[in-house]
């Protein structure tokens, strides 16, 4: 017997078109009573580390669906100092900032701080169908927020916020059909995201050896004198960076760069957000107009400058193939190389070695930067220059290698990302019948 497909009706709503009849649309505020969250004195000691789960945005950036625990956790005094709320096992944690949308379900009784929203369900509803609802809605989120420092969503807009709402029963299907679907997608995407991980490790370490030992074999060698250098050839010699590099700081006066003087086509500001991979990547890249670049102290940047991060994501570093003229944020060192091959240079601070190298100037320190100074006394390896260049060609082609396969990994990881969230919308919306 052929089964009749279901009726459907329009929702009302374009980003969750039709859905079957039978099904409604609703407020969340109809199916969930919403609390919001606070955060105790944190120069009061008596207030925390207690025994009362406190969670934040941060601590539910995570691939799990659950949320038992924070960083942080309350006494009962810290509980009682504010107003947040206790919300049992089974209530929707959402993100209403930093950022707007993740969300996750309490798994035990817990409570919150002032960026998360906390969604006790009522009986008639099964709050991890609403979680796999939410979970899929995070742009229609972000546009219904607003801020300009960042984007946060109003308690009130978050609760008049529609969703489909199909009956309990269907409900409980569409979880059960969810839960082993998603978690096969979830189970081959760790696996993929882990081999990601294990080629990037594998790229270092074949970075580091070559920039140790070379890559002509076996050789006799001799000790470097640096504990984390080891054995290093016996023709090679090593010194520190500022010996065969100049630095330049991105400018630190009065005339840096506000947010009206970036202008649609000028002189490039580089920031981290160009520091993605070995090469500078220009796709995302602030400009300046040339009288304001003629105003600032900071670096001026030239073919083969190597830019090199030291606050944020300390350590990434890449190389200017392109830009004749730029200049640099505050965040960012241009180091030059002068008595070394640049890409040589490159390979080096992205070597274990250099690593650290990072962690030893950074150990001690309660942010997380290092100064141009400090990457300047770094030890590094010095062949001959014939073969800086051997190392260097060598390394563009294995590195080459490891990042086309890493390309790879990291396209399934979209396609499959895409997919789960294709397939969420389809089932939670009636689209797909279960």
């Known amino acids: 017997m052929v089964q009749e497909m279901r009726k459907m009706k329009d929702s009302g709503i374009e980003w969750i078109g039709e859905i079957p009849e039978g099904w409604e649309v609703r407020k969340i505020k109809s199916n969930f009573a919403i609390y919001a969250g606070a955060t105790p004195k944190s120069e009061k000691t008596e207030y925390w580390d207690g025994g009362i789960p406190w969670i934040t945005p941060a601590d539910f950036k995570t691939t799990d669906k659950y949320a ?36 996750v379900i309490a798994k035990n009784a817990l409570c919150t701080n002032q960026g998360c929203l906390s969604c006790i369900p009522n009986e008639a509803v099964n709050s991890t169908y609403f979680y796999y609802c939410m979970s ?21 807009t978050f609760a008049s916020f529609l969703l489909p709402c199909p009956p309990l029963s269907q409900q409980n299907e569409i979880v059960n059909f969810l839960d082993k679907e998603i978690s096969h997608v979830d189970s081959m995407l760790f696996h993929i995201r882990s081999s990601i991980e294990e080629y990037k490790k ?3 370490a074949v970075i580091t050896q070559a920039v140790t030992k ?15 250098i080891g054995e290093i050839p016996k023709e090679w010699g090593r010194t520190k960076i500022k010996m065969i590099a100049s630095f330049f700081n991105g400018d630190r006066t009065s005339r840096y760069p506000q947010p009206t003087d970036f ?18 990547d220009l796709s995302e890249t602030k400009y300046i107009t040339k009288s304001k670049y003629n105003s600032l102290s900071g670096a001026k940047i030239q073919i083969d400058d190597i830019i090199f991060c030291l606050r944020g994501s300390v350590g990434k570093c890449a190389i200017n193939r392109t830009l004749s003229c730029g200049t640099v944020a505050s965040s960012l060192a241009t180091i030059r190389p002068k008595d070394i091959h640049p890409k040589y240079l490159l390979y080096f601070l992205l070597s274990n070695v250099a690593s650290i190298q990072t962690a030893v100037f950074m150990n001690g320190t309660c942010a997380a930067n290092l100064s141009a100074e400090n990457v300047a006394n770094y030890y590094i390896t010095l062949p001959r220059s014939t073969e800086q260049k ?45």
């Open 136 to 156: 899929i809605f995070t742009e229609q989120f972000e546009l219904v927020s607003a801020g300009t420092t960042f984007k946060e969503i109003a308690a009130s």
């Open 68 to 103: 038992s625990y924070g960083r942080k956790s309350l006494t009962s005094l810290g509980y009682d100092s504010c107003g947040t709320t206790l919300v049992p096992a089974g209530s929707i944690i959402f993100s209403k900032r930093a950022p707007v949308g993740s969300v």
């Open 263 to 280: 202008v649609d086509d000028g002189i490039a500001f580089l920031t981290s957000r160009n520091i993605d991979g070995d090469e500078v």
């Open 202 to 204: 594998l790229k270092q």
């Open 214 to 228: 070379g890559v002509r074999g076996e050789r006799a060698m001799k000790d470097s004198g640096v504990e984390w």
């Open 390 to 434: 051997e190392i260097a060609d060598y390394l563009d082609a294995k590195c080459a290698e490891i990042d086309g396969l890493i390309a790879k990994k990291e396209q399934l990881v979209k396609e499959l990302e895409s997919y789960k969230k294709s397939l969420i919308y389809e089932v939670v919306t009636g689209k797909r019948e279960v």
